[in-house]
Every structure is written in structure tokens, then in C-alpha cells.
């Protein structure tokens, strides 16, 4: 099984910041990458950011520009710098990555305003 942590979310005016951080724990893959989502209630769960084993990222056209995607290996943590936030990212943010029992696991997410 593997575990997955989330942290960082909170209150936060329009036009600030935010860092989230993934921890994971357990027995995960050593070929898969991690993923962000985010979901409003009611709303459809949407797909934020990508970070592969090797680095390699890929960003939602609604975030790229303002987030970034990076990973410590030597925490097992990946982590969501969020920039020049506005209203309408806020949400639930949850990571999802596959263990090595090939099934995929999710955090239980964080939540973020983005509020005056």
C-alpha cells in the first residue's frame, strides 16, 4: 500500500502564494509519476500538474504560467508552488500516484481558498 499526504493549502488573498507538499510513504512504484488535481464540490475533478521519475513535468493550460511541479526525492515529497493565485483556483488539491501493486492511490487532499 502506499500513503499520500498533502499539506500547505489555507486562505489566501488574491494574487498571493501558496506551496503544497505531497509526502509519500509505502510501497510506490518506481516507474510512476505523481499527479495534482483539484475539485470543487459538484464540479468534476480537474487535472492541475505532472512530475514523471525523471522530472519531467506538464502543466494544465489553466495553471502553467503561475504553478510549478518539483519533487524531493530525499523527502518523498512533491511539492505545488502556486503563483499569482486567483479566485478561481480554489479548490481541494490531492495527489495521485500507483504503487507497486500497479493500483493508484489518492491523498486525501487539501483545501485552498483563494479569497479577499
Known amino acids: 500500500q502506499v500513503q499520500l499526504v498533502e499539506s500547505g493549502g489555507g486562505l489566501v488573498q488574491p494574487g498571493g502564494s501558496l506551496r503544497l507538499s505531497c509526502t509519500a510513504s509505502g510501497f510506490t512504484s518506481n516507474s510512476c509519476g505523481l499527479d495534482w488535481y483539484r475539485q470543487v464540490a459538484g464540479k468534476q475533478r480537474e487535472w492541475v500538474s505532472f512530475?514523471?521519475?525523471?522530472?519531467?513535468?506538464s502543466y494544465a493550460n489553466s495553471v502553467k504560467g503561475r504553478f510549478t511541479i518539483s519533487r524531493d526525492k530525499a523527502k518523498d515529497t512533491v511539492y505545488l508552488q502556486m503563483n499569482s493565485l486567483k479566485p478561481e483556483d480554489t479548490a481541494t488539491y490531492s495527489c495521485k500516484t500507483c504503487g507497486a501493486d500497479g493500483k493508484d492511490y489518492w491523498g486525501k487532499g487539501t483545501l485552498v481558498t483563494i479569497s479577499s
Open positions: 512530475i514523471s521519475r525523471d522530472g519531467r513535468t
